[in-house]
């Protein structure tokens, strides 16, 4: 099972690199960044609370539009990415930009014997969980990197909608399990880009699927303290061609609105220290 593992790795992070420059392109909150805006959604700002003059550790920040957004809004800011092109692209936009942040190029699991210290805030956001392995490790590994008191955030797609498939415009069929398989789904078709619909990727997917349980049940057994898990009925891509823009880069299924889950957000903290640190 390990060289499978490996084997998906390697696939991923290949992956990731093939797309990396088209969503440097293609993203809009590039050009929101470039205008001076923060690619950041009111949920978080407000479920995360203030940020100035503290640390934030950035998992998973592909491009790094998100990392960038948190530096503008005065933290001092980290973001570690497993691809080689993800994190160039993200430091051609930092210094376009004129931010200040650090980026490095990591696998999440190996992110202890390469990076130091300590941070008020862990984050990672769209798009993060189907890519690891083992979510048990990356919950120790996010308990490590944060200061007592310290908080974690996820923003995720809810692994709920991973179940279906549109098979008919308007209509979800279910095909697919809820729960976690020990190996990953192979995904290798000509569906496009999820951010460019002109462009198909030549490299190959292999994806986890992780229950709400095995989210939550991971960060609890790493000793984080569940603070709040929140669900909606929108999401930050137009996952079903039946999805309608519901409003500014969010997508809804109008024909399911108020009745199905498709983001889940949740914040936990390393017990500790001083107590909160923002409000």
């Not at 948190?70 to 691809?83: K, L």
């Not at 209509?171 to 995904?187: A, C, D, G, V």
Request: glycine fraction near 8%; include cysteine; charged fraction near 25%.
């Amino acid at each position: 099972m390990q060289n499978t593992f490996e084997q998906a790795e390697r696939s991923n992070r290949g992956l990731w690199d093939e797309i990396a420059p088209v969503h440097a392109r293609a993203y809009p909150e590039v050009d929101i960044l470039r205008e001076g805006g923060i690619a950041l959604d009111e949920i978080e700002l407000q479920e995360i609370g203030e940020v100035q003059g503290k640390t934030l550790l950035h998992l998973q920040c592909h491009i790094g539009t998100d990392t960038l957004s948190w530096a503008r809004q005065g933290a001092t800011v980290t973001g570690i990415d497993f691809s080689r092109e993800s994190i160039a692209q993200a430091q051609e936009l930092q210094q376009e930009l004129g931010l200040e942040a650090t980026f490095l190029q990591a696998n999440v699991y190996d992110l202890r014997a390469v990076l130091s210290g300590r941070f008020d805030i862990v984050y990672t956001s769209r798009g993060v969980l189907c890519w690891l392995r083992d979510l048990d490790e990356w919950a120790r590994i996010i308990a490590h990197f944060l200061k007592p008191g310290g908080i974690f955030y996820l923003m995720e797609s809810h692994p709920f909608l991973n179940m279906f498939e549109e098979t008919k415009p308007g209509e979800l069929e279910l095909l697919y399990p809820y729960f976690h398989q020990e190996e990953p789904t192979r995904w290798d078709d000509d569906s496009p880009d999820y951010a460019d619909a002109s462009y198909v990727s030549q490299t190959p997917s292999y994806e986890w699927e992780w229950s709400i349980g095995d989210i939550l049940n991971a960060l609890l057994k790493a000793g984080l303290r569940l603070e709040s898990f929140n669900e909606y009925d929108r999401l930050f891509f137009k996952y079903f061609t039946s999805m309608e823009s519901c409003m500014d880069r969010w997508y809804h299924l109008p024909q399911h609105a108020g009745q199905l889950p498709l983001l889940f957000t949740l914040r936990a903290r390393r017990p500790g220290g001083d107590g909160p640190i923002s409000g």
